[in-house]
């Protein structure tokens, strides 16, 4: 009986102190505030972008750091408010540069910036590393007129070390939470950014993703995340996996302000070859195809593959499916998407081969006098700093990567063939030849599971693995939510199709409105 009453005011206790981080959590009036809307703010000088970012590093300090926060910013850009500063001269002058004009901005830690900020990939062995030179893409951002107001927190290594990894945990930046339910996973390996941009930290994120790393997050955080075909933004400069999967991409609260980051960022980089191709089929402003009735007369096939994994998540499918229907669409069900069974471990090969040789080149270009210039050097930090970089999962990953030979091992080319045979040729482009489809439709993966450190991720759905081998475009959107846990749905077709992507999820969006703002309860009260 005493054991009984003792849990009874146990719960109570912990029930008041629940409601009372809900109540304490204060009002923000940047709240959900568009790209437009800031813009139409600062061009009627009610707020300035000095004062929009204020109002955001003011609320990340609040309910992003200490020991009960979000933890999804590792670092606040010093000369933030000095470059917004700047910004607002420049539209004094008579002189906005675009859309970004003074937009508050966040990028994952794994994009070089030549600023007084790190580098690090979320692994305390970069720190120092001093990187002198702006990631391609982030000096665009720069040049749009961007505020870059800070780094976000990240699966170490883009969740690239540990086949037990926790999401959202890194060395330096320790675990992220999910801003619905603090003690669920924001999913990874852009984890931070898909919370800062869904917890209303700032404007807009950038992700980074090899496989599922900004939908995973984007659709565990309510938000809309656009991975878009591989060589449609410059990877030079980011800490790579995969030199035939990577791609950075933007990820927002809707679809308008996702696509007008995506056109902002594009361009032909002399140092990525990836990018040569884009030059004729890219587009600087992608907004012009945010239409409303995006959907009517599309067809679009449905891919029931990750479904039948849990039943509320394959509910909101067929709600969402009849969303699509009632706008025009045409659907045709039950496509198949190549013989996956067939490919065994060809992409997890693949990627160890990539990874080895690309992180090697990445620390290569370091400073001279940098300590860690190659994998190996990596493996035995984490090994001589195991309390802090290894207190909950080890490196596996990173040393069955180092145990590979360089690109030239006739395993790595078989690895590759048949990825791109599966994915590409029998896999999205067959099934868009053999249907006419415009698009394929999938859920994006499974309502947020609780953060476990020890025994790592607990995720069963995912669509993200067919356009990520193939290097084609992905876009995830809010569909519906499960016990107010977001889910998402993601569109995706062959390459450089994201305009065609962009009009058919701005519509879905558009007639659904399936986004909720995040109100960072502390656990889950199922009823």
Known sequence: MIIRIFSILLFIILHISCEQKTAETPPFELE??????????????????????????????????????????????PDALAIAEALDQERANGKVRGPLHGIPVMIKDNINTGDKMETTAGSLALIGSDVQKDAFIVARLREAGAVLLGKTNLSEWANFRSERSSSGWS??????????????????SSSGSGVAASANLC???IGTETNGSIVCP???NGIVGIKPTVGLWSRTGIIPISKTQDTAGPMGRTVADAATLLGALVGVDQYDEMTQDSAAVVHTDYTQFLNIDGLKGKRIGIFRGPMGMHERVDAI??????????????????IELGEMHYLGNAEYELLLYEFKDGLNAYLADLRSDFPYKTLEDLIKYNLENRQQEMPYFQQ?????????????????????????KISRTDGIDLALAQHNLDAIVAPTGDPAWVTDRING???RISSSSMPAMAGYPSITVPAGDVFGLPIGISFF????????????????????QARIVPKLLPTLELP
């Open 32 to 77: 959900e505030k568009t790209i437009a809307e800031l813009q139409q703010m600062m061009n009627e000088g009610t707020y300035s972008s000095v004062k929009i970012c204020q109002l955001y590093i003011d609320r990340i300090k609040t309910i992003d750091q200490g020991k009960d926060g979000l933890n999804s910013v590792i670092e606040l850009n």
């Open 171 to 188: 060395g330096r930046g320790r675990q992220t939470r999910n801003p619905y339910i603090l003690d669920r996973n924001p999913c990874g």
């Open 203 to 205: 404007t807009l994120t």
């Open 218 to 220: 984007s659709s565990l």
């Open 317 to 334: 499918m067929e709600e969402s499916f009849d969303a699509i229907e009632a706008a025009g669409a045409i659907l045709i069900d039950s």
């Open 396 to 420: 596996e990953i990173f040393e069955l990567a180092q145990s590979k030979g360089d690109l030239s091992d006739q395993a790595y080319k078989d690895a590759l063939a048949l990825c791109r």
């Open 457 to 459: 991720d607990n995720y």
């Open 493 to 512: 077709s062959t390459a450089y199709r994201e305009a065609e992507l962009i009009a058919i999820a701005y519509s879905f969006e558009q007639k659904t």
